[in-house]
């Protein structure tokens, strides 16, 4: 009887794990395709901006650095310049930098643009934080460095300009490590 009793409460067990298995697994694929999809969303959708590009899906650059700032964000007033200046020395053909601005109206920001005069700032507008949310963006200013797949592969959160070298030294370091394991891909791939 207990032996029986035993078995009855391994197969409810074994019952039990199988179905929590399975909700998992629908779980992580319903997740999956979400995040497929935002991410669909996120590079197709149209934003204000004060360049011809309107979508990052419009970058054909290698790498595409996201940067958000804020006219409200003190850090920014010395970051926008320093990075107009830095990423103005890199290929036009293979890094394309764009300021994400945060604030909930253009008109912020185009008066902080006139007023420390950032002429030559790539803006795109997100009011309504669609990138700030997609990207998990915390705190600002944020760089995001993201790959030709437009993955993730560096990022870079607030701003010291006592480290101005370290920080472009690292942006620089992410690239090239991301070139090289590519290249690495490609040889493997091409052997076999």
């Known amino acids: 009887m207990a032996l029986k009793i035993q078995s009855l409460k391994l197969k409810n067990l074994l019952t039990f794990a199988l179905a929590l298995c399975a909700f998992v697994a629908g779980l992580y694929f319903a997740l999956k395709k979400d995040t497929e999809n935002n991410a669909n969303f996120i590079f197709n959708h149209t934003f204000a901006s004060n360049i011809q590009a309107k979508r990052l899906a419009d970058f054909s650059q290698d790498y595409l650095i996201l940067d958000f700032w804020a006219s409200w964000c003190i850090p920014c007033i010395d970051s926008l310049p320093h990075y107009i200046e830095l990423f103005e020395n890199y290929p036009i053909n293979s890094v394309s930098w764009l300021a994400v601005n945060q604030d909930t109206t253009q008109q912020q920001a185009d008066s902080f643009i006139e007023k420390h005069q950032l002429d030559d700032l790539p803006v795109f507008y997100d009011t ?50 991301d070139k090289l394991a590519d290249r690495a891909l490609q040889t493997e791939t091409a052997a076999n």
């Open 128 to 177: 309504q934080g669609l990138l700030l949310r997609s990207f998990s963006i915390r705190g600002l200013p944020t760089l995001l460095i993201l790959n030709p797949q437009r993955e993730i592969i560096g990022k870079i959160v607030g701003y010291d300009k006592a480290k101005e070298q370290q920080t472009a030294a690292k942006i620089q370091r992410v690239i090239t490590a």
